[in-house]
């Protein structure tokens, strides 16, 4: 199959180097010069294990290209759309590049013989598919979809630090679709994929991928509100976890208690679900409780340590900036949060994670950058674990010295836990 993937940010690029493992020839494109040059370098802008050796393998075997010229979707039969939506502050989502991607796209195939299918990736809420972009397709292309292009909503479901293998083994494959005719070409492409393909209305594509964020986001916080009422009685949550997920209706997954979870989809999605049931007039307390929850949870980590000691003019290491392991995102993450009060409270902050120090860099340039784990806790006065990289769970890094851990890693003589 000829796919274009427009965008080669995080979802883009997982996206077309996976479909051109898989051997399908991909041209990636994007605006922005550098990241071409990279990606056709064989480098990649972002970190994710094994995105690299993928894209090299790619560029190798000549299933792989990045360019900046739009012209190229003309060339495909199916153009995947995988642009990104960033947030008002309403938290509704900005559709700008959607809509100039859909613009470009419309007036690239309105010179073109060619009748392919769009599909959507990028997350969106419901009815935007359908209702603004079908629009601008139809209009920049003078077509009507279903007969000059086909049109579908294809979400997609990648975990930071395993987008790859869940590109290639996801749990299910979602496509929504304009008409039988567009569901029927998208399905083809997953041929080869042992899960389950779910054939649905287009907006209904749009609200699986949200609610599915929305969801597990609400998992998360509610783990983390029962673990702070634990923490107060003296119980271990991680040993009460053990015994939910042993329930079939609960299972074992993201019962994982901690400082807050963060990254680009949970709050960005939470924030969309929310703003889109404002303009209907529905309800959004629960989920706007999911919010309040992971805002105040990494402050609850800089309590506990403001209970063992005076913050002001003490030295704290922050072990972790990355919002999860296995990434270098810092979007919303946790650290942003703890950074900021113990600066304001008077502290030194020294900081080490292994892949996210220069982003972090960027926002907080004040800080002292440290070269491994030892070097961060040596001449603090305290430690926090903020983020459960591997590296963090030898107790004989920490000696003596208190630590507040936030994620679950390590267990030391002089130890608080945020849930346990």
């Known amino acids: 199959m000829r796919l274009a993937v427009v965008g080669t940010g995080y979802v883009g690029l997982v996206t077309g180097a996976c479909f051109s493992h898989l051997g399908n020839d991909v041209t990636c494109i994007d605006v922005i010069e550098d990241k071409v040059r990279t990606i056709n370098s064989g480098k990649v802008p972002i970190f994710e294990p094994g995105l690299e050796d993928m894209v090299k393998e790619g560029l190798a ?10 012209s190229k979707v003309t060339e495909a039969d199916f153009i995947f759309i995988c642009v990104g939506t960033p947030s008002f502050d309403d938290g509704s989502l900005d559709l700008k590049y959607v809509k100039d991607a859909a613009g470009q796209i419309g007036t690239a195939i309105s010179n073109s013989s060619n009748v392919p299918v769009i599909i959507m990736k990028s997350t969106v809420m419901p009815r935007t598919t359908q209702h603004v972009v079908m629009p601008i397709l139809e209009k920049a292309s003078g077509r009507k979809a279903g007969t000059g292009f086909g049109l579908a909503m294809n979400p997609e479901f990648l975990k930071e630090g395993a987008a790859v293998q869940d590109f290639l083994h996801p749990d299910r494959i979602v496509i929504g679709a304009i008409d039988d005719a567009s569901y029927g070409k998208v ?9 389950p393909i779910l054939h649905v209305p287009l907006s209904t594509a749009e609200m699986v991928k949200v609610a599915s964020n929305a ?11 029962v673990g702070n009422i634990c923490k107060a009685m003296g119980i271990d949550f991680r040993q009460v ?17 901690g400082c807050g979870f963060g990254g680009s989809c949970f709050p960005k999605d939470l924030e969309g679900i929310i703003a889109e049931g404002r303009k209907y007039d529905a309800s959004t307390y629960l989920l706007e409780a999911v919010r309040k929850v992971n805002r105040e949870q990494p402050l609850k980590l800089v309590r506990l340590l403001e209970n063992k000691m005076a913050v002001k003019g003490r030295t704290i290491a ?8 296995e990434t270098d995102d810092i979007r919303e993450a946790s650290s942003l949060t703890i950074v900021r009060e113990l600066l304001a409270r008077g502290a030194k902050v020294r900081a080490y994670d292994p892949k996210a120090m220069d982003l972090f860099r960027k926002s907080f340039p004040q800080i002292t950058y440290c070269r491994d784990a030892e070097d961060c806790i040596s001449g603090s006065d305290a430690i926090m674990i903020v983020t459960e990289w591997k590296e963090f769970a030898d107790p004989s890094l920490y000696g003596d010295k208190l630590v507040v ?13 945020i849930c346990w």
């Open 318 to 325: 922050v072990l972790g900036l990355a919002f999860k392991p």
């Open 61 to 70: 075997s000549g299933h792989l290209r990045a360019t900046t010229d739009f």
């Open 215 to 225: 969801f597990l986001a609400t998992k998360i916080s509610f783990v983390n509100e």
């Open 241 to 257: 976890a053990v015994g939910m997920g042993m329930d079939a209706r609960i299972g074992k997954l993201f019962l994982r208690p």
């Open 187 to 195: 399905a083809e492409l997953y041929n080869d994929f042992d899960c």
């Open 405 to 417: 851990d936030g994620r679950g890693v390590v267990r030391t003589n002089n130890y608080e836990g």
